[in-house]
Structure formats: structure tokens, C-alpha cells
């Protein structure tokens, strides 16, 4: 079924789990995420990310066959504009069908970011869609390195920003980046901010960076108050290690057998970050 985020949210942070946020860029990457959150009936996002949009497939053509894999599946999917930077195409992103959007102005200075993200909740409200904001310095760590506390989430300034924007749910800094560390380096999480965030802002928060995190480093988000965890950077590359594997064995192969290889490691891949969010099984309760 096809659900708003903002509602699937609202449960997750009521019942105290995370819902996994995929980035997809073609059909058969959100057959595969789709698939695998029907094998654990978990609640799904397909994150549709403005630059793959931009660089790949534009949303006008994905946008219909994500509502129609979702209408068609029989757990609750979300759809999502995954790091709208540019506010007139989010607008056009939810005029053209989005119900959920994030609206990132993160990299701006914080009366900057506070104005877009409201005038955009304003802009979002007759649609019926809901609105992510990012607060916090994530995107501008060098190297997966916090070097500044300013980088992390200002608690009270997050309290603020939630009441005068509106925003549906909230990406946090507080030790994740984006992308993936060298192998068994796992990043240092500060849960005291998420928790004094949490306490504040009281909306769904938002992890970003899943891929680079570590599995402890996600459960325990998870107990303390994230209800959205975004991951692509793994994803993607199951999807790359499939491709490879797959022409090293058969360099002759089809062109659908290749494509449809990537599917069950896509699935594989999926089915183990929805393990550490305590969504699965609540497709079936609301
Ligand atoms: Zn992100």
C-alpha cells in the first residue's frame, strides 16, 4: 500500500522503532528493497535522491512506477525525495506526485535553513505531503572526522526550529556521516545528544549515513529515538558486487540476467539493516 512518511513515522516514533530508508534509482533497485520488507513485513521508503534524479532517471518516470510497486505490495511504502537541495524542485517534486519530501538547506547558515524549511512545510501543507528538515554540520565532515562540536545538533536550537517550521521529522547530527569508512572503523556516536534532541524536538528523528554507521551503533539509535534510518552507500555497492560477480562468472550473460541478479543481492542486503531497526512485523500492526 501506498502510505504518506509522515503518518508510517508517526507510528515508528510512537511504538519506538525505525523505518529503513533505501535510495533507489531504477525499478529493479525498488522491486528488490520492496521485496525484502515484505519478507519481514516491515513498513519501507524508497528515497528517490534529487541527484541521481537529476543524473540518471528523472522522477517522472520513476514516480509512477513507485506508486504502482507500492499500491501492489501489502506493506505500507513511503516514497521520498531524498536530499532536495534546491527548493523550486522540491516544489515541483511534490506537485508532481512526492507525499514526502526533505527539504535540505542544512549547509546554510540557521535563519536560512529556518525560512526554507517553513515557507516549504507551508508550500507542502494542501498536498497532504510531509516535510524532513536536516539541522546540524553531518555534511560537512571531512574524512567521517567530528573535529568541531558545532557539528553536532544543538538541542535547544533544534526545539525551536521544529515549533517554527512544522517539519515533519528531523535529520540530527551526531556522529554519522554519509558514504562508507575503511573496513572496521566504526564511527563514534555522541547518544547523548540524540537523547537530549529527543527530548526537545519529540518528532520523528532522522539518521542519515546508515551504510558507514556499525550495527551497535544502530540499534542503540534506534532504542534512544531515531524512527528513519537512511542508507544507500551499501546498497548501491551489493548492487556493483553483484554486476561484477556475475560478469567474472559469465561474461557472456544476458543483459536481464545481469539486471535481474542484482535483485536478491539487493534483497540480501536490505533484509539485514531492517534486522537492526525493530520494524519488523509492523506492517501487520496499524
Ligand atoms: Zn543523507
Known sequence: MYVPMGAMLNRANDHGYAILAVNALSIETMMSIISAAEQVRSPIIIDLYQEHLRGHVDFRYLIPAAIQLAHESFVPVAVNLDHGKDPDYVRRAIHGGFLSVMMDASESPYEQNLATVRDLVQFAKPYGASVEAELGGMGAVAGGQFT????????????????????????ISYGSSHGTFPDGYVPEFRFDVLEAVKRKARIPLVLHGGSGSGEENLRTSVKLGINKINMGADFMRANVLSLQHSLVAAPDIEYMDLLHGTLAAGTDLVLRYLSLTGSEGEANRG
Not at 151 to 157: E, I, K, R
Request: charged fraction near 25%; charge should be negative.
Open 148 to 171: 568541531d562540536d558545532s557539528m553536532f545538533t544543538d538541542p535547544d536550537q533544534a526545539e525551536a526550529f521544529v515549533t517554527t517550521t512544522g517539519v515533519d521529522a528531523l535529520a
